[in-house]
């Protein structure tokens, strides 16, 4: 079976969709993790808490690190509860949280 110059044209076209929409996806993901690392992490400064979804982001000096809240940190998250509700999943929490103190078992939000 021989195939026409339309089908085969037709075939391409169909493949370099599919690359240009992949392609478009994956400039548009590195675009939001530039806005992600410009927004939240090069102008905050000192160690933010931040919750996105289950998981609790530690942002220290910078540097993004993503933790998972375990049983041992759930005690002291439950402390912090109240800013936790005012604050949903996937937004920042605008106060300084002094970690240290949350682990000892104290709960210090503080304005910098």
């Known amino acids: 079976m021989v195939k026409t110059e339309k089908k085969v044209a037709e075939e391409n076209s169909g493949k370099k969709l599919i690359i240009f929409i992949f392609t478009l996806l994956f ?3 590195i675009v939001k993790t530039v806005q992600f690392s410009y927004n939240h992490l090069t102008t905050n400064k000192g ?15 910078g540097t993004l690190v993503l ?16 800013t936790r ?7 920042p929490i605008p106060k300084k949280i002094d970690l240290c103190k949350i682990i000892a078992g104290k709960e210090v939000i503080h304005d910098h």
């Open 47 to 61: 160690v933010e808490l931040y919750y996105l979804q289950n998981k609790a982001a530690l942002i220290e000096n």
């Open 67 to 82: 933790k998972k809240i375990t049983a041992g940190f759930n005690k002291k998250i439950d402390e912090i509860s109240k």
């Open 85 to 91: 509700e005012k604050y949903p999943a996937g937004e």
């Open 27 to 29: 400039a548009i993901a």
